[in-house]
């Protein structure tokens, strides 16, 4: 199993705007290439706390990640959904992307 980790600081006060596309659009389009999601996470305390959002993907391996997120980034409805909740500006400043292995002892396998 592999797990990505991904990190998004939205542009200032769009944070909401991004998790309602998250939440809205984006799982649905998700689930339609087998794109798996391990858990989202919005920062409580920390230096980003007011516009970072943290998720883990799950991956059975390198080249299904390489397929699905690939579909995913070319889906017509992925392309149109971006451009609507883009019309009034960029949701995201930038995006920290990590692929993890668990270790031998780790409680997630």
């Known amino acids: 199993m592999i797990y990505e ?3 998004y600081h939205a542009m200032p006060g769009r ?11 984006t799982l649905r ?15 409580l305390i920390g230096e ?5 959002l943290t998720y883990l993907l ?3 391996s390198l080249s299904e ?8 980034l070319a889906d017509p409805e992925w392309i149109a959904t971006k451009t609507e909740t883009e019309k009034d500006g960029p949701l995201v400043q930038n995006i920290r992307n990590e692929l993890l292995t668990p270790t031998a002892f780790s409680s997630v396998k």
């Open 5 to 7: 980790l991904r990190i």
């Open 15 to 25: 944070l909401p705007a991004l998790l309602a596309r998250f939440e809205n659009h």
């Open 29 to 43: 389009i998700w689930d339609k290439h087998g794109i798996r999601q391990a858990g989202f996470w919005t920062t």
């Open 48 to 52: 980003s706390e007011s516009n970072q």
């Open 58 to 60: 799950a991956w059975d």
């Open 65 to 72: 990640r390489e397929k699905n997120w690939s579909a995913f």
